[in-house]
């Protein structure tokens, strides 16, 4: 592998890196401390993708991050964290998804501040 070889295997990895770990947490629900851990699981993936210097996995794993951060974020910010640079052009079905892992989804104040 050479050039532009290593380049495409590296980013081939990171994608599939990617979706691993991103299905694996799409397999639990989280409590505020359960969010913040997997934000700092998310964090140490980050790292080991930035290692591999290709952009588009360095982004996936920079909005899975920001993803994660759905997890612990206040009811009353969620429309505001959606909207933010890293999630506003996710697809709402995505944004939705990771919102229905918290624990505290099926609450009346949660679904009112995320619908």
């Known amino acids: 592998m050479d050039g532009k070889n290593v380049d495409t295997v590296l980013m081939e990895l990171g994608v599939r890196f990617h979706r691993l770990i991103y299905e694996h947490l799409q397999q639990y629900s989280y409590s505020c401390m359960g969010g913040m851990l997997a934000i700092c699981d998310v964090?140490?993936?980050?790292?080991?993708?930035?290692?591999?210097?290709?952009?588009?996995?360095?982004?996936?794993?920079?909005?899975?991050?920001?993803?994660?951060?759905?997890l612990v974020?206040?009811?009353?910010n969620l429309k505001q964290v959606c909207s933010?640079?890293?999630l506003a052009n996710l697809d709402k079905n995505i944004l939705h998804s990771f919102v229905q892992l918290r624990v505290d989804y099926r609450s009346a104040r949660l679904a009112r501040h995320f619908s």
């Not at 964090?43 to 993803?67: G, S």
């Open 84 to 86: 933010g640079e890293q």
């Open 73 to 76: 974020v206040a009811p009353d």
């Open 43 to 70: 964090a140490e993936y980050r790292k080991c993708a930035k290692d591999f210097k290709i952009a588009l996995v360095l982004q996936l794993f920079d909005t899975l991050h920001a993803l994660c951060n759905l």
